[in-house]
């Protein structure tokens, strides 16, 4: 893939939650005691599920979906609890938790990879007005220009009226850009509407996306660094040992 500019999601590419580790909190205060490996992986299953089987579902009010969400997952667990009520106590734990958004490992250097290469770097993401701030806390905004929010806009993914406003915003077309995000349905499907290659990443193998079978899936959102234009192909072989100077 030759490109000039690249296109970011925010949660789960860039950013995650510390949602396993608050959750297990919660649930052992219900007397439920499980490994983090299930619930992360259970999380991931419930993620892909919503986003291929319920569009849209996230973008409501997190009173709408957080109760149905759970209520999925922990059935799935074998988990039977008072779903309103575990919810709350989750809420509870998570407003102790500083930085409750956190960037994957090695997204920094990516970056840093990407401006040293002279590759435009920007957002487009479906969230709320807290984005930028998430995106500040965590050390990021800086690599960012231009940065389009759903919520700012009046567009949301998969939409085309949100890629088409970025690509004018930032003055470049879409044949000269990729775009990396984690959702399919969103991601892959909305940027190929203006003309974008695409990047989904899925750090469980194919895990939870065993449909998709006409997009480019990667392990993490280093590993973009792999299909970026030719010097992206030599830096690969160096790392393999491929090329010797």
């Given at each position: 893939m030759?490109?000039?500019?690249?296109?970011?999601?925010?949660?789960?590419?860039?950013?995650?939650?510390?949602?396993?580790?608050?959750?297990?909190?919660?649930?052992?205060?219900?007397?439920?005691?499980?490994?983090?490996?299930?619930?992360?992986?259970?999380?991931?299953?419930?993620?892909?599920l919503?986003?291929?089987?319920?569009?849209?579902a996230?973008?409501?009010?997190?009173?709408?979906?957080?109760?149905?969400?759970?209520?999925?997952?922990?059935?799935?667990?074998?988990?039977?609890?008072?779903?309103?009520?575990l919810?709350?106590?989750?809420?509870?734990?998570?407003r102790?938790?500083?930085?409750?958004?956190?960037p994957?490992?090695?997204?920094?250097?990516?970056?840093?990879?990407?401006?040293?290469?002279?590759?435009?770097?920007?957002?487009?993401?479906?969230?709320?007005?807290?984005?930028?701030?998430?995106?500040?806390?965590?050390?990021?905004?800086?690599?960012?220009?231009?940065?389009?929010?759903?919520?700012?806009?009046?567009?949301n993914?998969?939409?085309?009226?949100?890629?088409?406003?970025?690509?004018?915003?930032?003055?470049?077309?879409?044949?000269?850009?990729?775009?990396?995000?984690?959702?399919?349905?969103?991601?892959?499907?909305?940027?190929?509407?203006?003309?974008?290659?695409t990047?989904?990443?899925?750090?469980?193998?194919?895990?939870?996306?065993?449909?998709?079978?006409?997009?480019?899936?990667?392990?993490?959102?280093?590993?973009?660094?792999?299909?970026?234009?030719p010097?992206?192909?030599?830096?690969?072989?160096?790392?393999?040992?491929?090329?010797?100077?």
């Amino acid at each position: 893939m030759k490109a000039s500019f690249v296109w970011f999601d925010i949660g789960y590419t860039l950013l995650h939650m510390q949602r396993e580790t608050t959750y297990l909190k919660a649930l052992k205060k219900f007397g439920i005691d499980i490994s983090h490996g299930a619930i992360e992986k259970e999380f991931h299953l419930t993620d892909k599920l919503f986003m291929r089987e319920y569009p849209g579902a996230f973008l409501g009010g997190r009173e709408v979906f957080m109760p149905w969400y759970l209520g999925i997952m922990n059935y799935r667990l074998g988990i039977s609890l008072p779903v309103c009520e575990l919810d709350a106590c989750w809420e509870e734990i998570k407003r102790d938790v500083k930085n409750y958004w956190l960037p994957y490992d090695g997204v920094q250097q990516m970056l840093e990879a990407l401006r040293n290469r002279s590759i435009g770097r920007g957002i487009i993401s479906n969230w709320d007005h807290t984005a930028r701030d998430i995106l500040k806390s965590a050390g990021l905004v800086e690599y960012f220009e231009p940065i389009v929010i759903s919520a700012e806009v009046g567009h949301n993914k998969p939409d085309a009226a949100i890629f088409n406003l970025a690509l004018e915003t930032a003055g470049i077309e879409a044949k000269d850009c990729i775009y990396v995000g984690d959702n399919y349905y969103d991601d892959a499907l909305g940027s190929r509407k203006v003309g974008m290659e695409t990047l989904i990443i899925n750090r469980f193998g194919t895990l939870g996306v065993e449909e998709i079978n006409d997009c480019q899936l990667i392990n993490d959102v280093a590993d973009i660094l792999n299909y970026i234009g030719p010097q992206a192909s030599n830096e690969s072989q160096i790392q393999a040992g491929e090329i010797h100077e």
